[in-house]
């Protein structure tokens, strides 16, 4: 848990049922499940510690121990935030003598949904060898340096996606405003108006026994609308910001860009409305938000989008609290 702050702590029950949440360090709150079973406390936290415990109380009761609290960290993009620690130069040794009880790691599995999603798969696990290797190197390094430097817990809130767009992370709602993404959305709902269920079963049972005759590579899998998918406008955040939030955060960290290169004018535009959709959305102010700007790599050949998406980035810092690793 962050510490120093209210934190959201939250969860489903009966709808009117009252449901209490005991710290051990003294806090204490409580609320009423809404009608459709939800409900959300706000429990304040001490100064950075360990070897707490939660005990959750309504009709039955939940305690949740080894709590840990220090500072916590979103860190969120596409595969560049992704990548996993063991594909890394020198991952495999840094894996290896990962072993840090007191930081804390939150992975989820990779979502996407046309409807915001109120839960996510994933736990919280210490890191050990086996968590940090399939880790997002980017998030184990930035991590480990602020474990080690401030001495206290760190938790990471792992949410990578790779192949997706930035409009993907941003709610569907406050994109419309703008005249690209809103006929891309168009096009793609337009398409999916016309899809068959009936024929994509159909079309899906051709391509297994073609696959199984060794007539095509790769495992074939049912063909979608294009609106469910992740490269649609805010179904990565439906997926995977919309479920944690609003756990108690210290700031973010960015790792996505390339997936934008043919569009930085727009993205002038977006990055920085998705920073301040997530502090509005997260109600704890204008938390620090560092990202990183993509690298002079020659894309095919498209070395002039890439550098319109860089200097996109660039112009990012002109929103308060955020930093940029070049």
């Not at 046309?114 to 994933?122: G, I, N, R």
């Not at 993404?181 to 159909?202: C, G, H, V």
């Not at 609106?227 to 939030?245: A, D, E, L, S, T």
């Not at 993509?294 to 929103?319: H, K, N, V, W």
Request: charge should be positive; include cysteine; hydrophobic fraction near 35%.
């Amino acid at each position: 848990l962050q510490q120093k702050t209210n934190n959201a702590v939250w969860g489903f029950a009966v709808p009117g049922e009252t449901v209490t949440v005991k710290a051990s360090w003294g806090s204490e709150a409580r609320a009423v499940a809404d009608k459709s079973g939800r409900w959300k406390v706000l429990l304040k936290t001490p100064g950075h510690g360990t070897g707490y415990h939660l005990t959750v109380q309504g009709k039955n009761t939940l305690t949740v121990r080894n709590v840990a609290i220090g500072e916590v960290w979103l860190c969120a993009g596409q595969s560049n935030m992704g990548w996993r620690l063991s594909a890394v130069f020198e991952g495999a040794e840094d894996a290896a003598s990962a072993n840090y009880p007191n930081l804390r790691i939150f992975r989820s599995e990779r979502k996407h949904s046309h409807e915001p999603q109120e839960d996510c798969v994933a736990k919280w696990a210490p890191c050990a060898p086996d968590s940090a290797a399939t880790c997002s190197a980017v998030s184990f390094y930035f991590a480990r340096t602020l474990h080690q430097e401030l001495k206290i817990p760190i938790g990471i809130v792992v949410q990578p996606y790779a192949g997706t767009p930035i409009e993907g992370w941003i709610p569907r709602e406050i994109q419309m405003n703008d005249p690209r993404t809103r006929k891309y959305a168009e096009e793609m709902d337009e398409e999916s108006a016309a899809y068959d269920p009936a024929l994509a079963k159909k079309q899906l049972e051709r391509a297994m026994q073609r696959w199984k005759l060794g007539e095509r590579k790769g495992k074939p899998v049912l063909r979608t609308p294009k609106n469910w998918g992740h490269q649609y406008p805010g179904n990565i955040f439906n997926g995977m910001i919309h479920p944690v939030r609003p756990y108690g955060i210290r700031g973010a960290i960015w790792y996505q860009g390339e997936s934008n290169r043919t569009r930085a004018a727009q993205y002038r535009r977006l990055f920085p409305a998705m920073i301040q959709d997530w502090r509005e959305s997260w109600g704890q102010g204008d938390f620090p938000f560092g990202f990183v700007q993509i690298a002079p790599f020659g894309y095919g050949g498209d070395t002039g989008q890439a550098a319109a998406l860089r200097e996109a980035q660039a112009m990012t810092l002109s929103l308060p609290g955020t930093g940029m690793a070049v």
